[in-house]
């Protein structure tokens, strides 16, 4: 692929990643608090997100098999239909949903393995290690700026319209978006690999750069398990609003516009680990804030402060992890199994942290939250040293 091929399909790449993330979050800030609202409790949604992570890594193995035969765009669009189905399930079941919390997860977990895959193949090969920063520093930004208006306009259209019709109309928008994504991924096409399908040497490898990167990713996954839906659940039970929510995200969607802006300036793989490890001191210390209170202001300053945090640690990390897939020769013919064998990680952490959060609320109701809260904040940490570990073999 020449270079200016590899720029427009890039540029086309970034568009289809626009309208995913503006449907994503015009709806994704509202669905768990759509079960919540229905159930007023953490068990539908933790049983939802756990069929949900379950899903995407035997997805993810799927695809790496498929996606040798196929053209890897198809898997991408593939992805996106099933956020189509999604939504489309609220639109049918309606306040029935929450009998279909595992099945809902289920379809969640497709979209998001066909996706998600498809996306991470996509940017492989649109991407060098000289512009990886950049790419993601620049998605960054998108998802920031759709935030600003997406999750405001959607607490407002929710708040305004009686009962759950907002909820039905903000979902009904983001399957419109979705097919969109859909349409304009028509235009981007991938040659099969001939080649046998093999991730088990990926798995337990002997590569101490590549096992120590599936291991940061381990971290990176248990944290945003539950920071994903908490945060959010939080705000709502502190205001009963779901327009204050949207003003929340608003608000903290401008410090990550501005953190991925310098990011995109200044990271680079010699200075990576760095702000990954200014990312998790910052993340630790502003755990101690919710622990001092839980109420709407200590919520927005952790949103702001710890939304800075999370992309110190997650742009890098991001970066890093296609660096060192690169450094293997064989590369271009095995991306997809190693993009399999990540998400094996990525998958234990997700679940592990959930049933963690589960076992908490159980037995120390009170405190579980806030205990959490401090563990997740130290996962950072295990990101930064496994990524220091294989920096060294990472040339910048």
């Not at 800030?29 to 992570?53: D, E, H, K």
């Amino acid at each position: 692929m020449c270079s200016m091929d590899k720029k427009k399909l890039l540029g086309r790449f970034i568009l289809t990643i626009s309208l995913f993330v503006a449907a994503s979050v015009l709806s994704d800030t509202f669905v768990n608090i759509y079960l919540w609202r229905l159930n007023s409790g953490y068990l539908p949604i933790t049983y939802y997100m756990i069929a949900c992570y379950a899903t995407v890594p035997v997805v993810f193995y799927m695809c790496g098999y498929i996606g040798m035969k196929i053209d890897r765009t198809s898997l991408y669009i593939i992805g996106i239909a099933f956020y189509v189905a999604f939504y489309f399930m609220v639109l049918l079941f309606r306040e029935h949903i929450t009998e279909h919390v595992i099945l809902w997860g289920f379809v969640k977990g497709l979209a998001m393995g066909f996706y998600w895959f498809g996306y991470h193949v996509l940017t492989f090969d649109f991407t060098t290690a000289n512009d990886r920063d950049a790419f993601y520093a620049r998605t960054s930004i998108i998802s920031g700026a759709s935030s600003l208006a997406g999750p405001f306009i959607a607490g407002f259209i929710i708040t305004v319209f009686p009962s759950f019709t907002g909820y039905y109309i903000i979902f009904s928008c983001s399957a419109v978006f979705f097919i969109s994504a859909a349409i304009l991924s028509y235009a981007m096409k991938s040659a099969p690999i001939k080649k046998a399908y093999k991730i088990e040497d990926l798995v337990f490898s002997k590569d101490v750069k590549w096992r120590d990167t599936m291991i940061a990713y381990f971290f990176l996954s248990g944290r945003d398990a539950i920071s994903i839906f908490l945060i959010s659940i939080l705000v709502f039970k502190s205001t009963g609003s779901e327009f204050t929510l949207g003003k929340f995200s608003m608000t903290v969607a401008l410090a990550t516009i501005l953190t991925a802006y310098l990011l995109a300036k200044f990271s680079k793989p010699s200075t990576r680990d760095r702000f990954v490890l200014t990312g998790a001191v910052i993340s630790f210390l502003m755990s101690f804030l919710l622990v001092y209170k839980i109420n709407f202001y200590t919520l927005l300053a952790y949103g702001i402060i710890g939304a800075i945090a999370d992309y110190l640690v997650r742009i890098p990390i991001s970066a890093h992890a296609l660096d060192v897939i690169s450094l293997d020769a064989n590369a271009g013919e095995r991306k997809m199994e190693y993009i399999v064998a990540r998400d094996i990680p990525v998958a234990i952490g997700r679940i592990t942290m959930l049933v963690v959060f589960v076992t908490f609320l159980r037995y120390m109701p009170e405190a579980g939250i806030k205990t959490i809260i401090v563990i997740i904040s130290t996962f950072p940490f295990g990101v930064y040293f496994f990524m220091r570990n294989k920096q060294r073999g990472v040339k910048g």
